[in-house]
């Protein structure tokens, strides 16, 4: 008897282990089904100020994207939601304030206040070494990005500034082993992420080897070549690099650029690194150039930038100095009168979740 009752007792306590066993089986199989949808994104502002030119009412800015605002500026709030599928899944990336309006300057077509859409697309995971993704992302080209998270400097580079931000489309990207990659990519023309609205289309492609790469685009009679790369020289020292060149058919004007990014973790917190960049332009679409350049487009500007970047949890504080020098009177000095430099400060706080 009691050895039936031990059996019964055996029994008894196998089929509640298998039940826990299941049951903590299924809630972590729940568990996992609700971590691949997922919140994400940055808060960011700063404070600008000229040291050699005027501030407030007659305030001026290096010609580069974002960070231009005087004093105590804005940057954006960036809210991104992803679903992450065993095959399939989206990014719906949205931006709210000053530099997400400026990231998507020629997407307004639906709003009077513009619209918030930095990126928005879906993707498959055919197979293990081909992605397809279609929507509207961000650009393959160049070292830096919209994010102000995903940059080392604060304020951005001549060469960001000039190349596309945004595309709209179909790419396919490949894992071709090895270290090495490739992406090829349909898209609408440079910039024009909500519809086409002229019936030409974009071609990109790229090549990659164990994080270096090699872009490739042409739009509208337009054609880029961009190197983005980078290398860890030592444990406490990388050294980036971004070089691009950019011509348009029929005498459209062309643009050069090189910029170098060396940085120093000085500790597990801290993080020191420099911004120089060498970027003209050559009778480019007959104007200005942002960068001052003559009656023929041409132009050229050496820009040095000094940044911080200190780490508190999930902020991340970034004092900034920044030195323009242009070919042309392109600034003015605190006398109002023209001048070829510009030296500004700034302070930025990035907060990302």
């Given at each position: 008897m009691k050895t039936i009752i031990n059996t019964k007792y055996v029994k008894n306590l196998a089929l509640a282990a298998l039940a826990l066993i299941t049951t903590t089986a299924f809630s972590q199989e729940e568990e996992e089904e609700k971590t691949k949808f997922e919140f994400s994104g940055t808060v960011d502002a700063y404070y600008r100020t000229n040291l050699t030119a005027p501030n407030g009412e007659d305030a001026i800015a290096p010609g580069s994207s974002f960070a231009n605002l005087d004093g105590f500026a804005l940057g954006m709030a960036n809210v991104i939601a992803t679903y992450e599928g065993e095959k399939v899944g989206f990014?719906?990336?949205?931006v709210f304030g000053p530099r997400g309006?400026?990231?998507?300057?020629?997407?307004?077509?639906y709003s009077a206040t513009g619209d918030i859409v930095n990126q928005l697309y879906v993707y498959w995971n055919v197979s293990d070494d081909v992605t397809l993704t279609?929507?509207?992302?961000n650009t393959f080209l160049g070292y830096e990005v919209i994010s102000p998270a995903a940059n080392f400097n604060y304020s951005t580079s001549y060469l960001f500034s000039y190349g596309p931000f945004s595309h709209t489309g179909l790419k396919a990207a490949f894992d071709l082993g090895s270290d090495w990659s490739a992406m090829l990519a349909i898209m609408n023309p440079t910039d024009l992420t909500e519809l086409n609205g002229t019936g030409d289309y974009a071609v990109g492609a790229q090549l990659g080897y164990s994080g270096q790469f090699l872009n490739f685009l042409y739009s509208q009679g337009g054609f880029?070549?961009?190197?983005?790369g980078g290398f860890d020289l030592s444990e406490e020292f990388f050294l980036g690099v971004n070089a691009a060149h950019f011509s348009q058919e029929d005498d459209g004007g062309s643009f050069t650029g090189v910029a170098l990014y060396p940085q120093l973790a000085t500790s597990d917190n801290f993080t020191i690194g420099l911004r120089g960049e060498y970027f003209m332009t050559s009778d480019f679409f007959g104007d200005t150039a942002g960068i001052g350049s003559d009656t023929d487009g041409?132009?050229?500007?050496?820009?040095?930038t000094l940044?911080?970047?200190a780490t508190i949890g999930d902020l991340i504080l970034k004092p900034e100095i920044r030195l323009d020098s242009s070919s042309e009177d392109a600034f003015i000095d605190n006398d109002m009168d023209p001048t070829g430099s510009l030296a500004s400060v700034l302070f930025a706080a990035i907060?990302?979740?």
């Amino acid at each position: 008897m009691k050895t039936i009752i031990n059996t019964k007792y055996v029994k008894n306590l196998a089929l509640a282990a298998l039940a826990l066993i299941t049951t903590t089986a299924f809630s972590q199989e729940e568990e996992e089904e609700k971590t691949k949808f997922e919140f994400s994104g940055t808060v960011d502002a700063y404070y600008r100020t000229n040291l050699t030119a005027p501030n407030g009412e007659d305030a001026i800015a290096p010609g580069s994207s974002f960070a231009n605002l005087d004093g105590f500026a804005l940057g954006m709030a960036n809210v991104i939601a992803t679903y992450e599928g065993e095959k399939v899944g989206f990014v719906a990336d949205l931006v709210f304030g000053p530099r997400g309006t400026d990231a998507i300057f020629a997407s307004p077509m639906y709003s009077a206040t513009g619209d918030i859409v930095n990126q928005l697309y879906v993707y498959w995971n055919v197979s293990d070494d081909v992605t397809l993704t279609f929507g509207n992302f961000n650009t393959f080209l160049g070292y830096e990005v919209i994010s102000p998270a995903a940059n080392f400097n604060y304020s951005t580079s001549y060469l960001f500034s000039y190349g596309p931000f945004s595309h709209t489309g179909l790419k396919a990207a490949f894992d071709l082993g090895s270290d090495w990659s490739a992406m090829l990519a349909i898209m609408n023309p440079t910039d024009l992420t909500e519809l086409n609205g002229t019936g030409d289309y974009a071609v990109g492609a790229q090549l990659g080897y164990s994080g270096q790469f090699l872009n490739f685009l042409y739009s509208q009679g337009g054609f880029e070549v961009d190197f983005t790369g980078g290398f860890d020289l030592s444990e406490e020292f990388f050294l980036g690099v971004n070089a691009a060149h950019f011509s348009q058919e029929d005498d459209g004007g062309s643009f050069t650029g090189v910029a170098l990014y060396p940085q120093l973790a000085t500790s597990d917190n801290f993080t020191i690194g420099l911004r120089g960049e060498y970027f003209m332009t050559s009778d480019f679409f007959g104007d200005t150039a942002g960068i001052g350049s003559d009656t023929d487009g041409d132009g050229s500007v050496f820009a040095v930038t000094l940044t911080g970047s200190a780490t508190i949890g999930d902020l991340i504080l970034k004092p900034e100095i920044r030195l323009d020098s242009s070919s042309e009177d392109a600034f003015i000095d605190n006398d109002m009168d023209p001048t070829g430099s510009l030296a500004s400060v700034l302070f930025a706080a990035i907060y990302s979740f």
